[in-house]
Nanobody, 121 residues
Framework: QVQLVESGGGLVQAGGSLRLSCAASGRTFSNYAMAWFRQAPGKEREFVAVINWITGRTYSADSVKGRFTISRDNAKNTVYLQMNSLKTEDTAVYYC??????????????WGQGTQVTVSS
């Protein structure tokens, strides 16, 4: 089992920044890709960014490229999502996930509980 705990969400004005954290624990999570997804009210959960735990290779959705950065700290077993230049349309519950590299929710076996990000205009 892999346990994931997100933190760092909150309320921020448009143009502002937030950093989300995902603390991972459990069996050999370093074998997994780690990703962030988000889900706005009434919408499907969508891919945001993914990182390979070992190589550090990353990939992000076009909607966040140039604004969001995914990174990891191996010593702290933590994955981060630095979000800059936030827009109102970034408002969603953000989820951390562990699984196979990819952009589909079906690639991921383990999920955190989610953290709310609200961007006001």
């Amino acid at each position: 089992q892999v346990q994931l705990v997100e933190s760092g969400g909150g309320l921020v004005q448009a143009g502002g920044s937030l950093r989300l954290s995902c603390a991972a624990s459990g069996r050999t999570f370093s074998n997994y890709a780690m990703a962030w997804f988000r889900q706005a009210p009434g919408k499907e959960r969508e891919f945001v960014a993914v990182i390979n735990w070992i190589t550090g290779r990353t990939y992000s959705a076009d909607s966040v490229k140039g604004r969001f950065t995914i990174s990891r700290d191996n010593a702290k077993n933590t994955v981060y999502l630095q979000m800059n230049s936030l827009k109102t349309e970034d408002t969603a519950v953000y989820y951390c996930a562990a699984g196979r590299w990819g952009v589909s929710t079906s690639n991921y076996d383990y999920w955190g509980q989610g953290t709310q990000v609200t961007v006001s205009s």
